[in-house]
């Protein structure tokens, strides 16, 4: 048995774009960059960026469109496909992609005292592609005194299986 799957967290190197194929059907494209740190030998901590070209079709296609922007968080499961083509001086060229089965979306920033729900356009550019640190939403609290009020209780030898 083989096995090609993929899983990738990074921010997003560039915008979405989304086309539709002859048939119709969405497909978008965006890059995404990946960190790894480590300490060398010496102490020095290092820090080496991978670059990735992602494909996404479908539903998933708008939704990326619709909800992903430059700078943002996403977590991409997928396949890797290397296409290849010959240009125009008639050399061979290729492309790795990984084509997307599952994402999910990285967090929502609660919105700043400037009133921006995210970190600017001149930030994201200045920043090197890594992990945010988001901001987190109040959540409303839940009161375990108001839980399972006027329900029965449940008990094992009811249960059917």
């Known amino acids: ?18 086309r539709q194929t002859p048939n119709g059907q969405n497909v978008a494209n965006f890059g995404v960059a990946t960190n790894r740190m480590w300490t060398d030998q010496t ?11 992602v494909v996404v079709w479908g539903r998933l296609a708008e939704i990326a469109s619709q909800y992903l922007s430059k ?15 010959q240009d125009q001086q ?28 995210s970190p600017s356009a001149q930030e994201r550019e200045q920043a090197p592609p890594s992990v ?14 108001d839980m399972g009020k006027n329900e029965e209780e449940i008990k094992v030898e009811n249960i059917p299986f």
């Open 132 to 145: 945010p640190a988001p901001e987190t939403e109040i959540l409303p609290e839940i009161q375990l005194d």
């Open 1 to 18: 048995m083989n096995l090609n799957k993929v899983f990738i967290l990074g921010n997003l190197t560039r915008d979405p774009e989304l």
């Open 71 to 85: 700078g943002r968080l996403v977590l991409i499961e997928g396949r890797l496909m290397t296409r290849s083509w």
């Open 43 to 53: 102490g020095n901590k290092q820090t080496q960026v991978e670059f990735h070209n």
């Open 90 to 117: 008639g050399q061979k060229k290729y492309r790795t992609e990984v084509i997307t089965e599952s994402m999910q979306l990285g967090p929502r920033f609660a919105p700043n005292a400037a009133g921006q729900s």
